[in-house]
Structure formats: structure tokens, C-alpha cells
């Protein structure tokens, strides 16, 4: 059973950083494609960032150049580093798991999620 569970929400001031976690278990975390996203009060959730077993990484505009995802597959644990941090980056963030190798930065593709951890940045 696949299991995810994400750490390293906060509240921050913008310009700010944070660094999100994502512990996995249940599967063999090497063999999914990985993805971080977010959905703030109202809004759908969007994708932030992908990453393929083979290290590829796929981001969406809005956090080209201030987000990067990571991953390690020893400690079965994805990581999302949040750079210049706007207060529009408000959301819940959510990490995701997708058994098939590749695919798009869309929720609709992604099987396995975890319960989220909160992001704020204030103004």
C-alpha cells in the first residue's frame, strides 16, 4: 500500500525559502514518477513540479527558476526546494506518486497522494 507523507510547511515572509519532504513507502519508490502540487482556497489544484525515474524534471511557469524538486532514492524521499517565495504561493502542498514512467504535470495522472502540508507566505 502505497503511503505518502509530506513534511516542511511553514509560514514565511516572501522572498523567503522553505523546503518541503516527502516520505514514501509501501512500493518501490524508484520505479514511480514523482510530483509536487498545490491548491489554494477556491482554486483547483494545479501541478508544480515532476520528476521522472530518470531524473527528469518537468515544472509549471509560475515556479520556473524559484522551485526545485529533488529526489532520493535511497531514503525513498522527494523533496521540493522553495526559493523566492510570493505570497501567491499560498497553498496546500501535496506530494504524488504515478506508477507509469512518464506523463504530464496534471493531478488526473497521478494515483497516490498524501494528506498535504500547509504553505503561507505573507506579503
Known amino acids: 500500500q502505497v503511503q505518502l507523507v509530506e513534511s516542511g510547511g511553514g509560514s514565511v515572509q516572501a522572498g523567503g525559502s522553505l523546503r518541503l519532504s516527502c516520505a514514501a513507502s509501501?512500493?518501490?519508490?524508484?520505479?514511480?514518477?514523482m510530483g509536487w502540487f498545490r491548491q489554494a482556497p477556491g482554486k483547483e489544484r494545479e501541478g508544480v513540479a515532476s520528476?521522472?525515474?530518470?531524473?527528469?524534471?518537468r515544472y509549471a511557469d509560475p515556479v520556473k527558476g524559484r522551485f526545485t524538486i529533488s529526489q532520493d532514492n535511497a531514503k525513498r524521499t522527494l523533496y521540493l526546494q522553495m526559493n523566492s517565495l510570493k505570497p501567491e504561493d499560498t497553498a496546500m502542498y501535496y506530494c504524488?506518486?504515478?506508477?507509469?514512467?512518464?506523463?504530464?504535470?496534471?493531478?488526473?495522472?497521478?494515483?497516490?497522494w498524501g494528506q498535504g502540508t500547509q504553505v503561507t507566505v505573507s506579503s
Open positions: 520528476i521522472t525515474r530518470d531524473g527528469t524534471t
Open positions: 509501501g512500493y518501490i519508490y524508484s520505479r514511480y514518477r
Open positions: 504524488a506518486a504515478d506508477a507509469r514512467p512518464h506523463g504530464l504535470l496534471r493531478a488526473n495522472d497521478f494515483g497516490y
